[in-house]
Nanobody
Framework: VELVESGGGSVEIGGSLKLSCATA????????MAWFRQAPGEERELVST???????TYADSVKGRFTISLDKTEKVLYLQMNNLQSDDTATYYC?????????????????WGQGTQVIVSS
């Protein structure tokens, strides 16, 4: 199993970025996919999920600005981020495969990428 993120970078407030997570060895029929982010000194927080039934969820802070999608043919998870704000500055991580049901948080995901950094500045 492998998850490799890309697409991070520096952008001005109001700008856009599209993150990619190339996957290998993941069965999308049984694995929920997710994006998390972690700012310096903060806990890792859930940004968005893409579930096995193709349903999606978003953190309130990114609703209407971020869009998660999954290309099952290319096996790539995306996160389109628009109208970026300074609070979006963080390292973004791709995660796969929940270990158990219940509240979705970083502790229940089995597989992680190495992260890609997003910096939003004025």
């Amino acid at each position: 199993v492998e998850l490799v993120e890309s697409g991070g970078g520096s952008v001005e407030i109001g700008g856009s970025l599209k993150l990619s997570c190339a996957t290998a060895g993941i069965s999308f029929q049984i694995c929920t996919m997710a994006w998390f982010r972690q700012a310096p000194g903060e806990e890792r927080e859930l940004v968005s999920t893409f579930d096995t039934d193709d349903s999606t969820t978003y953190a309130d802070s990114v609703k209407g600005r971020f869009t998660i999608s999954l290309d099952k043919t290319e096996k790539v998870l995306y996160l389109q981020m628009n109208n970026l704000q300074s609070d979006d500055t963080a390292t973004y991580y791709c995660a796969a495969c929940k270990l158990r049901s219940g509240p979705v948080n970083a502790q229940i995901f089995a597989r992680w990428g190495q992260g890609t950094q997003v910096i939003v500045s004025s």
